[in-house]
């Protein structure tokens, strides 16, 4: 996004200022710049700027947004970031008054995250080739997130030293540079041994790196990386429903909770700071265990 009315050092001094107050990670920081960028460069072509908006001219921005087909859920996020950004102008006397003070959210619907059946998630590990290097990482990568439930960001950013085989878990740096441990259990501890020893130095070739699931060019993976292969890999196990590195993690959590997992443990397990978060995938349990009682009651 160009930075047509000087708009952008004042974006960088709000970011700057909430990453050293709130740990943002560069993701999340990122997004926040695309956001206030496109503000900035919407206002500023109808004469206006990010610092003398008023509510109505942010009124029209979100009923612009609206009209092009953004999603609510997308414009509750850039109104969040909104309003992050005009307390902190308040805050640095930058303004008087908080243009969004007044602007209400927009309603959400609360959309079950799509999960993976068990059977779904048995096709999609063994779907990847063994025998190679590249495969014999694709199967560990699978493990480690569908046994820790990570972020796909978590995962493509494991190093060597936030795993300890000897305890069996696994350090994640997740959002807000807050830390878990969680445990990798037998299945993705057995595929990490077995990828150091046959598949890592095979990729690495010689190169020095403490990634733990380095790319063919012995550099940290992307997410987006990832994501392909994990769609080349579920077309290879004839799964159809629409997929994405986060199912795999509403997988995680849907899974345990089927079992008889405490929803404490699985937000502990998930990084989630609140339980509010976890307990959509109750209805997910509870969803499932209908579709259970429907097929095979004689009642149902």
Same mark, same amino acid.
């Given at each position: 996004?160009?930075?047509?009315?000087?708009?952008?050092?004042?974006? /960088?001094?709000?970011?700057? !200022?909430?990453?050293?107050?709130?740990?943002?990670?560069?993701?999340?920081?990122?997004?926040?710049?695309?956001? %206030?960028?496109?503000?900035?460069?919407?206002?500023?072509?109808?004469?206006?700027?990010?610092?003398? $908006?008023?509510?109505?001219?942010?009124? &029209?921005?979100?009923?612009?947004?609206?009209?092009?087909?953004?999603?609510?859920?997308?414009?509750?996020?850039?109104?969040?970031? +909104?309003?992050?950004?005009?307390?902190?102008?308040?805050?640095? &006397?930058?303004?008087?008054? /908080?243009?969004? !003070?007044? *602007?209400?959210?927009?309603?959400?619907?609360?959309?079950?995250?799509?999960? +993976?059946?068990?059977?779904?998630?048995? !096709?999609?590990?063994?779907?990847?080739?063994?025998?190679?290097?590249?495969? %014999?990482?694709?199967?560990?990568?699978?493990?480690?997130?569908? @046994?820790?439930?990570?972020?796909?960001?978590?995962? $493509?950013?494991?190093?060597?030293?936030?795993? &300890?085989?000897?305890?069996?878990?696994?350090?994640?740096?997740?959002?807000?540079?807050?830390?878990?441990?969680?445990?990798?259990? /037998?299945?993705? %501890?057995?595929?990490?041994? $077995?990828?150091?020893?046959?598949?890592?130095?095979?990729? %690495?070739?010689?190169?020095?790196? /403490? *990634?733990?699931?380095?790319? !063919?060019?012995?550099?940290?993976?992307?997410?987006?990386?990832?994501?392909?292969?994990?769609? =080349?890999?579920?077309?290879?196990?004839?799964?159809?429903?629409? +997929?994405?590195?986060?199912?795999?993690?509403?997988?995680? @959590?849907?899974?345990?909770? &089927?079992?008889?997992?405490?929803?404490?443990? $699985?937000?502990?397990?998930?990084?989630?700071?609140?339980?509010?978060?976890?307990?959509?995938?109750?209805?997910? @349990?509870?969803?499932?265990? =209908?579709?259970?009682?429907?097929?095979?009651?004689?009642?149902?």
């Amino acid at each position: 996004m160009r930075d047509t009315d000087g708009q952008t050092p004042i974006i /960088d001094r709000y970011l700057d !200022a909430i990453w050293v107050e709130k740990g943002l990670s560069e993701n999340t920081l990122s997004s926040y710049r695309r956001d %206030l960028a496109a503000v900035g460069y919407w206002l500023n072509e109808r004469g206006g700027s990010l610092l003398t $908006v008023t509510e109505e001219q942010l009124q &029209n921005y979100l009923a612009d947004r609206f009209d092009g087909g953004v999603s609510p859920r997308s414009t509750a996020r850039m109104l969040s970031c +909104l309003r992050g950004f005009y307390r902190y102008q308040v805050r640095e &006397n930058r303004i008087e008054q /908080d243009p969004t !003070a007044l *602007i209400q959210n927009p309603r959400l619907g609360r959309p079950l995250p799509k999960s +993976l059946s068990e059977d779904d998630v048995e !096709a999609l590990l063994a779907a990847p080739d063994t025998d190679s290097a590249l495969g %014999l990482r694709d199967r560990t990568m699978l493990e480690v997130i569908y @046994a820790c439930g990570l972020r796909v960001s978590e995962l $493509v950013g494991l190093t060597l030293q936030q795993v &300890n085989l000897r305890q069996g878990v696994v350090r994640i740096i997740g959002k807000g540079s807050k830390e878990r441990l969680v445990p990798l259990g /037998d299945e993705a %501890l057995q595929w990490i041994r $077995v990828y150091l020893k046959d598949g890592r130095p095979e990729l %690495l070739n010689g190169v020095q790196t /403490d *990634i733990l699931f380095p790319s !063919a060019r012995a550099r940290m993976m992307t997410r987006q990386t990832f994501w392909h292969r994990l769609k =080349q890999l579920a077309t290879k196990a004839g799964i159809d429903k629409e +997929l994405s590195p986060h199912t795999l993690r509403h997988a995680f @959590a849907t899974h345990l909770l &089927n079992h008889g997992a405490d929803l404490r443990v $699985v937000q502990l397990l998930l990084g989630h700071s609140d339980l509010s978060t976890t307990q959509i995938y109750t209805h997910v @349990a509870t969803s499932r265990m =209908q579709e259970l009682h429907t097929k095979h009651h004689p009642r149902g």
